[in-house]
């Protein structure tokens, strides 16, 4: 049975900081290429950040690009997210899932998990 457990969101003030993870349970974490998404209220669910397989390559939105990275153990089947200079429209539910390339985009894999709140207000 497959298990996404994110944690690490709260509130935060714009500028600040949050490190977002996700333990992984059910798969063979090694093999897949992970992602973050988010979800705005009233929004759809978007991703925001890819870390291939190895960790050896990583892809951004533009929305995130330069203030979020991505990473991954391997040996503990987490996926991580390091957010910095947040700012209000980061705020949304964050979620971790594998993701696989098809056609001309990732799509996930598995159901989504609780996901984690990330507020981002003064």
């Known amino acids: 049975q497959v298990q996404l457990v994110e944690s690490g969101g709260g509130l935060v003030q714009p500028g600040g900081s949050l490190r977002l993870s996700c333990a992984a349970s059910?798969?063979?974490?090694?093999?897949?290429?992970m992602a973050w998404y988010r979800q705005a209220p009233g929004k759809e669910r978007d991703l925001i950040a890819t870390?291939?397989?190895?960790?050896?390559?990583?892809n951004y939105a533009d929305s995130v690009k330069g203030r979020f990275t991505i990473s991954r153990d391997n040996a503990k089947n987490t996926v991580h997210l390091q957010m910095n200079s947040l700012k209000p429209e980061d705020t949304a539910m964050y979620y971790c899932n594998a993701v696989q390339w098809v056609y001309t985009k990732y799509a996930p894999l598995y159901s989504w998990g609780q996901g984690t709140q990330v507020t981002v207000s003064s």
């Open positions: 870390i291939r397989s190895s960790g050896t390559r990583t």
């Open positions: 059910g798969f063979t974490f090694s093999n897949y290429d």
